[in-house]
């Protein structure tokens, strides 16, 4: 694989960007890595693992001469890096992102790039509940879906370059309008994880009532749900005040669904019990042919660092 960009910059050190460098590296992608994280903690521990080139203590050093800028922070931080970083882009680098909120990220990014600097949103559909620049591992997007979500400017040249990026690391790459990409995320990682969270919630009030019981006993489903809520809290509490529309409207619609089955188990319908769980098995039988998982059981699931909670 040849080198695609000379100089990138990782805004924020954690899984997504520490698993990109190890990605680029192995790959030979990137001329040179430079990495940035606002705690100084974050920049002492990439500085002790080597997990860029270079580590800056600011963005705006990190952005000089890059032409390529991945802005890896949580989403409600991005507009302000952005503003910051502005005026010291190189002509004709790409900006992007890896945020799982694309309309609002566009919103508070775009207005602050000049012209000349290319804007292509982006969205690797992988993640671990792990965080922190130790996190990160190369095979994270092998197999993986990448969305792009190019704004209407966005220079063909440039989206095919970072697709390259994306592919060249192991991703499957799409692109996607941003708010069809806000409105599928709502379906298939925001609202389920809202749900992981207040399940883990409700658990945890009954717990306080059974002592240890709700942990001593956790059944595969419950543990799954303390898997997903373990995610970055930052991160999280952004993606749903950013995405908040799509958000509430896939909750409405879950609020429905279980209202249907909330009233066939009242009811002691047993054919409406079966025909709703047939029609949902049926989900999980397209995600494994999709290759986005397998159906080898695990129900004592052996500890991998490619256990899914991502956004």
Not at 185 to 196: M, Y
Request: proline share 5%; aromatic share 6%; net charge negative.
């Amino acid at each position: 694989m040849s080198v695609i960009y000379t100089r990138v910059a990782l805004i924020g050190l954690g899984l997504i960007a520490g698993s990109m460098a190890h990605a680029m590296r192995r790959h030979g992608l990137a001329g040179e890595i430079v990495g940035t994280a606002r705690s100084p903690e974050t920049r002492d521990t990439a500085r002790e693992i080597g997990l860029c080139d270079r580590v800056t203590d600011t963005a705006v050093e990190a952005v000089k001469g890059a032409d390529l800028i991945v802005l890896a922070m949580p989403v409600g931080a991005m507009g302000r890096v952005a503003a910051e970083i502005a005026p010291h882009l190189a002509p004709g680098a790409t900006v992007t992102d890896v945020g799982s909120v694309k309309g609002d990220v566009i919103a508070a990014v775009g207005p602050h790039l000049p012209a000349g600097v290319h804007f292509i949103p982006g969205h690797p559909l992988a993640g671990t509940e792990h965080s922190g620049p130790r996190a990160g591992f190369a095979e994270l997007f092998e197999n993986r879906y990448t969305l792009l979500t190019p704004v209407a400017d966005s220079d063909p040249a440039a989206v095919m370059r970072l697709r390259g990026l994306w592919e060249g690391m192991g991703a499957i790459v799409e692109e996607m309008e941003p708010d069809h990409h806000d409105l599928v995320l709502a379906v298939t990682s925001h609202a389920p994880h809202l749900i992981a969270y207040t399940m883990v919630g409700v658990a945890d009030h009954l717990r306080r009532v059974t002592e240890s019981e709700v942990i001593k006993y956790s059944a595969a489903g419950f543990r799954d749900f303390t898997r997903i809520a373990a995610s970055d809290p930052t991160m999280w509490r952004d993606v749903f005040l950013t995405n908040k529309e799509a958000v509430l409207d896939i909750l409405g619609r879950f609020t429905e669904e279980l209202f249907v089955l909330q009233r066939a188990i009242r009811m002691g319908d047993g054919d409406e019990l079966h025909a709703y769980f047939t029609r949902t098995r049926a989900i999980r039988r397209g995600i494994i042919e999709a290759g986005q998982d397998t159906d080898a059981p695990d129900f004592g699931r052996v500890k991998t660092r490619k256990d899914d909670a991502g956004a």
